[in-house]
């Protein structure tokens, strides 16, 4: 167990000793495969916050369903509400067991569901801000092809847990391309709709630069999330284990995932290479 695991537990049971209402939520919007754990375990570091990786119950079955309504209908996907679906209601009232100030939940599966999330907690007088984190398209398609391909993690084989319209190509590099340009593409068109609501509720994020202190310092301010030490925030960025990050690419080489090959690669870069001043590549 890592010092820093080791200091989130201690965190937990300080705040058992005292009951505060969750004034804020915030929802960490992405792909998959771009460091939302990590991400969890740096904003956990503050002590006015409960932030959780992946808090059941998922939305994978129910997120193909508000993909195919922004596909076809986005009048009724923007009219979207959690009360629309049971799952979706029982994931956002997890914050009514949370004992902070501030909940921060960072499931990838609910990429879909901003705008419904926007409107549950505003209606409950509860500051909601998103995070659209995204990860560099040539590492996290690499990684979605490799967990979700032909050659895929068990249920995620041939991207078992992905919406069948986010591509129509037979080509597994080209729909690990798709995957990415389809799901950040959902989230774009949330948060610029989020923010003709509430302007500075939405945040664009590239994991990439979360290994700097000075901008984890500035996404801790902008969530107003109480600072730690400066050392606890290194601790956590040089902190190479798998309770604090997950090693896509180490972890499936564990357990033989064959590699990206070159041809795949190329068809990555050709896909996504287009959209990287889109998101500030």
Not at 48 to 56: G, T
Not at 154 to 165: D, P, S
Not at 176 to 200: C, F
Not at 240 to 268: A, F, M, Y
């Amino acid at each position: 167990m890592t010092m820093n695991f080791k200091r989130i537990i201690s965190n937990f049971i300080n705040r058992a000793d005292r009951k505060v209402a969750v004034t804020k939520v915030f929802f960490v919007l992405s792909t998959g495969r771009c460091g939302t754990k990590y991400l969890s375990n740096l904003l956990n570091l503050a002590s006015n916050a409960v932030v959780l990786h992946e808090p059941p119950p998922g939305g994978e079955r129910i997120n193909p369903i508000a993909y195919e309504l922004y596909v076809k209908n986005k009048e009724r996907f923007n009219q979207m509400r959690v009360s629309d679906f049971s799952v979706l209601e029982k994931h956002g009232n997890i914050y009514q067991s949370i004992d902070a100030d501030i909940f921060g939940d960072c499931y990838n599966s609910f990429y879909p569901f901003a705008i419904a999330f926007y409107h549950f907690f505003r209606e409950k007088g509860i500051n909601i801000q998103f995070i659209h984190l995204v990860r560099h398209p040539f590492d996290c398609c690499s990684s979605i092809l490799r967990a979700e391909g032909q050659h895929g993690i068990e249920k995620m084989e041939n991207f078992g847990i992905r919406a069948n319209l986010i591509s129509q190509s037979n080509d597994h590099a080209e729909i690990a391309s798709d995957v990415w340009i389809s799901i950040n593409h959902v989230i774009s068109y949330q948060t610029k709709y989020i923010e003709t609501l509430s302007p500075g509720t939405t945040k664009l994020v590239h994991i990439e630069n979360m290994n700097k202190v000075d901008n984890i310092i500035d996404l801790f301010n902008w969530l107003k999330l109480v600072l730690p030490d400066t050392d606890q925030i290194k601790q956590v960025v040089q902190d190479e284990s798998d309770d604090i990050k997950h090693s896509h690419q180490l972890r499936l080489d564990e357990i033989g995932i064959p590699k990206v090959t070159n041809d795949d690669l190329n068809t990555i870069r050709e896909k996504t290479a287009p959209l990287l001043k889109t998101y500030s590549y």
